[in-house]
């Protein structure tokens, strides 16, 4: 069965997607059917990871709920 080569959009999507999911790493390799653009695409991929590292390894923040009373307000219908 053959399937065809990922276009530029869903080497993407498949990259940010597992960061999403907090994924450890990321590795490009190549498909039998890999194209040319489809390296300026891991390039660029691999500047954008190089700029977010900071943000993508650093530890999970503490998260915080906070809740404010809720207001009671009162409404005025019309009959029509």
């Given at each position: 069965?053959f399937?065809?080569?990922?276009?530029?959009d869903?080497i993407?999507?498949?990259?940010?997607l597992?960061?999403i999911?907090?994924a450890?790493?990321?590795?490009?390799f190549?498909y039998?059917?890999?194209?040319p653009?489809d390296?300026?695409?891991?390039?660029?991929?691999?500047?954008e990871?190089?700029?977010?590292?900071?943000?993508?390894?650093?530890?999970?923040?503490e998260?915080?709920?906070?809740?404010?009373p809720?207001?009671?307000?009162s409404a005025?219908?019309?009959?029509?």
């Amino acid at each position: 069965c053959f399937k065809r080569p990922l276009n530029r959009d869903e080497i993407r999507c498949q990259t940010y997607l597992a960061l999403i999911y907090r994924a450890s790493g990321i590795f490009f390799f190549s498909y039998a059917g890999a194209r040319p653009g489809d390296w300026e695409t891991f390039r660029e991929l691999g500047s954008e990871m190089q700029a977010l590292t900071p943000y993508v390894a650093a530890p999970p923040l503490e998260r915080r709920t906070m809740s404010t009373p809720l207001r009671r307000h009162s409404a005025t219908f019309a009959s029509i």
